[in-house]
């Protein structure tokens, strides 16, 4: 018997060799691909995470201006009560007392005790 090529056992084993191989290829090209499809998913959800931060942070900036605004507005005093309407009102009433006690509506004591009441009050 004539050996024509190689024999059935060598053309099975190069053939096993070929075809790891290629899975091996196939496996580490697949590995990569994912490896960097990963690596991209979390670069953006990493710029999306920062971008929500600043978001967040510029929110909260505003924030903390309106109640620095707020707290502000509410440190400064009051402002002073009209002093001259209350002076123009009591003046009318004083002269309403005077023109009643000259016009002997109320006499001396009543005028003095109307008038102590206005100015106390």
Request: proline share 4%; hydrophobic share 45%; aromatic share 4%.
């Amino acid at each position: 018997m004539f050996r024509r090529g190689p024999g059935l056992v060598r053309v099975a084993a190069t053939t096993a060799v070929v075809a790891g191989t290629a899975g091996a290829v196939s496996h580490h090209q697949q590995q990569k691909y994912y490896n960097q499809a990963n690596a991209q998913a979390n670069a953006q959800a990493q710029q999306q995470q920062m971008a929500d931060m600043q978001a967040q942070q510029d929110a909260l900036a505003q924030q903390q201006q309106a109640l620095a605004q707020q707290q502000a507005m509410l440190a400064q005093p009051a402002p002073a009560p009209a002093a001259p309407a209350a002076s123009n009102d009591m003046m009318a009433q004083l002269n309403q007392l005077a023109q009643l006690h000259n016009a002997g509506v109320l006499n001396d004591a009543e005028f003095s005790a109307a008038k102590q009441k206005l100015l106390a009050g």
